[in-house]
């Protein structure tokens, strides 16, 4: 029985390093701007893309910090030009704009890659073969949680200790109050945009190597489950965006092993009514009192 | 709302019937394949969707995401319900040709398939709409999905195909009147609409843009928040089934996988180019809509050499990037769209008004 199910395990804790990566993203800037960034699974596509290019002329060495650097450059991009005109505007505008950008992002994608799947380069160390007990897996498999952990800690670090850390979580209490205070928050939101592709960047690495192509509407579903994520973990807290991730790879991977293969998206999406009907603040979300 | 004077209402009714005798007219005229049947058609199918969203979006202030989902309800009761006797064998060639076992009339199934949605709106609401905007939204889209794995789910094969496709019912071809095909869509859309307009204008219609506006304001005047929003929901959603029924009468097929919520994206930036809040904009803007991707902006997609000069970037996909650069623009600077929340038919009142002040 276990041995049967070490696979799905695997596999979902494996997912859900991944769709962690992804989550802190959007949880970030939802901490910050209350926005739901439809275009992060895009951004999480491009990188996928950026890769797919990269690898075709240099070394992975040389590859994965320019796919990061550009993720980033992205990211920041995606910020200045669809979200900073909207500052004033109404919430709504603000999401309308990201499912905009989210459409203009996939199909710039489909002009350059020409519509077709592209092989994602295999990724020396990281599509190896390891045998675990009785079940065979790639080593991102067993990367990906460690990785995840670790970034994840120093995010961490960096919200609690550094002065940038600190203003993000002043902005996140107060946009106004802290605008008073002389916090520039246009480089607090920007660095909230940086650090969020940078991640995605990340964990488009590792999202790719097990599943090898890469199409412009790949990143829609795993950007999806990983707002889902941040939902259920509470959506601005960072250790919940985590733990809801996990458990939702694991979750998906075992019903798949149930044999309801169909049903893994719906899934998730269950969950999310669920959770958002009867704890909509989430596994660690803090409280916030209706305002009138 | 401004009572409309009896000109002003005879002008308009005047003014829809010139636009069907003259969509008929270039039927007649230049055939059913044509480019600008095609558009029409679709782009009446799609005014009748983006009316309904704006409904919800626009005059009540629900942000709700879930429309592929209830176009998806429509459009399978409608394929599933009329779909002839004798051609079940074939369609159903996995599932020993169905369990359904009869066919309705076209008008029965095309209600049918509104009532089918709004049902299931009813239900749906009933937890979904305690929440509010982007929770909403995600909520909504999330029930969207849920909706799509159930119908492509195998063990209900025998009534939907599964994942498979389902076609041979009756489609826009078999719906002529006076020997044209486009009179059907924009007869069943312009009904639909002109009965949202009536609702908009009524009662109902004021205690959703009292919600809209401000929800507690609204409750304190005694507007019932909860059933309120339900009922402007499963409306929403009745007309997005019908909606969803005309466009499968419109592609001839239809496969639950096509239903993604990119369509609804699609359908909200219609209603976003139009004007939130303004039905007549929803309708011009989805006219503009499919026109552009379907078929104005279509030379973008074909390499062009001009004597030697070959025109750099145009090739295949280009035009969809033209196309969602510039709704960009439109949703970053033109926050209001075409129309804003006023009507066509109002706009020169206002122009009067303005002049007398």
């Known amino acids: 029985m276990f041995n049967q199910l070490l696979p799905y395990l695997l596999a979902g804790v494996s997912v859900g390093g991944q769709y962690a990566l992804i989550a802190v993203g959007y949880t970030m800037v939802y901490g910050i701007l209350r926005l739901i960034n439809f275009a992060h699974g895009d951004v999480f596509t491009a990188a996928g893309f950026f890769m797919v290019y990269l690898m ?6 040389v590859a994965a910090p320019l796919v990061i650097l550009l993720t980033v450059a992205l990211g920041f991009t995606l910020e200045r030009v669809a979200y900073k005109p909207l500052r004033q505007a109404p919430r709504m505008s603000v999401m309308i704009s990201a499912i905009g950008a989210s459409y203009l992002l996939q199909n710039l994608m489909w002009y350059v890659t020409g519509g077709l799947a592209k092989q994602y380069p295999v990724l020396p160390l990281l599509s190896d073969s390891v045998q675990i007990g009785a079940a065979s897996t790639k080593v991102v498999t067993l990367v990906t949680p460690v990785l995840t952990v670790l970034l994840v800690v120093a995010l961490q670090l960096l919200i609690k200790h550094t002065k940038i850390g600190m203003a993000m979580r002043a902005v996140s209490v107060d946009f106004e109050t802290s605008q008073l205070m002389g ?87 269950a969950l999310l009514i669920l959770v958002l009907l009867f704890r909509p603040t989430g596994l660690f979300g803090e409280k916030t009192a209706e305002k009138v | 709302m401004k009572r409309m004077s009896n000109t002003r209402k005879i002008v308009s009714v005047a003014v829809v019937f010139l636009i069907y005798f003259l969509a008929w007219f270039a039927e007649a005229r230049l055939g059913t394949n044509s480019m600008l049947i095609t558009v029409l058609k679709k782009g009446a199918v799609y005014a009748l969707i983006a009316a309904s969203m704006n409904l919800l979006n626009g005059f009540t202030g629900l942000f ?29 060639q996995y599932y020993n040709g169905g369990i359904i076992q009869f066919e309705l009339p076209m008008l029965v199934a095309l209600l049918l398939a509104g009532i089918v949605a709004a049902l299931l709106a009813a239900l749906v609401g009933l937890p979904v709409l305690r929440l509010k905007s982007d929770y909403l939204a995600i909520a909504t889209l999330g029930f969207a999905e849920i909706i799509r794995a ?29 020997g044209s095909t486009v009179l059907f869509p924009f007869l069943v859309s312009g009904v639909c609409i002109v009965v949202i307009l009536l609702l908009i204008n009524s009662t109902y219609g004021r205690a959703f843009k009292a ?16 059933r309120t929003k ?31 919520s990119s369509m609804t994206y699609d359908i909200l930036l219609m209603v976003v180019i139009g004007g939130m809040g303004s039905i007549s904009g929803s309708v011009v803007a989805s006219f503009l809509y499919i026109a552009c991707s379907e078929w104005w902006l279509r030379f973008l997609d074909n390499e062009l050499v001009i004597g030697t ?14 196309f969602s650069a510039v709704i960009m623009v439109v949703v970053l600077f033109f926050r209001k769209g075409l129309m804003g929340d006023k009507e066509l038919w109002n706009l020169q009142l206002n122009r009067e008004r303005r002049l007398r002040r």
């Open chain 1, 56 to 61: 075709a002329s240099m070394p992975l060495g």
């Open chain 1, 183 to 269: 916090i520039k928050i246009n480089s607090v939101i920007s660095t909230t945009f940086i650090i969020g592709s940078a991640l995605a960047a990340v964990g488009s690495m590792l999202y790719f190597t097990n599943y090898s192509t890469v199409t412009p509407t790949v990143g829609a579903m795993p950007g999806l489950k990983a707002f889902v994520a941040a939902v259920f973990g509470g959506i601005g807290s960072i250790p919940g965006a985590v733990i809801g991730a996990f458990i939702i790879g694991i979750c998906e991977n075992l019903i798949k092993a149930a044999g309801y293969t169909a049903f893994s998206d719906a899934f998730t999406f």
């Open chain 2, 230 to 260: 339900e009922l402007a929901f499963v409306i929403s959603c009745f007309f997005a089934g019908i909606g969803g029924a005309l466009l499968a009468m419109f592609q001839g097929t239809v496969q639950a996988n096509s239903f993604k």
């Open chain 2, 309 to 322: 000069f070959h025109v750099p970037l145009l090739r295949s996909g280009f035009r969809m990037v033209v």
């Open chain 2, 64 to 92: 709700s995401l879930g429309q592929a989902g209830f176009m998806l309800v429509g459009a399978y009761v409608y394929a599933v319900f009329t779909i002839p006797l004798k051609r079940h064998a074939a369609v159903y």
């Open chain 2, 211 to 226: 919600i809209r506006d401000d929800e507690i304001a609204a409750e304190a005047m005694g507007v019932n928040l909860f």
């Open chain 2, 150 to 178: 159930i119908v492509q789910w195998d063990t209900l094969g025998p009534i939907t195909n599964g994942s498979n496709l389902l076609k041979t019912y009756p489609t826009f071809k078999d719906a002529k009147i006076f």
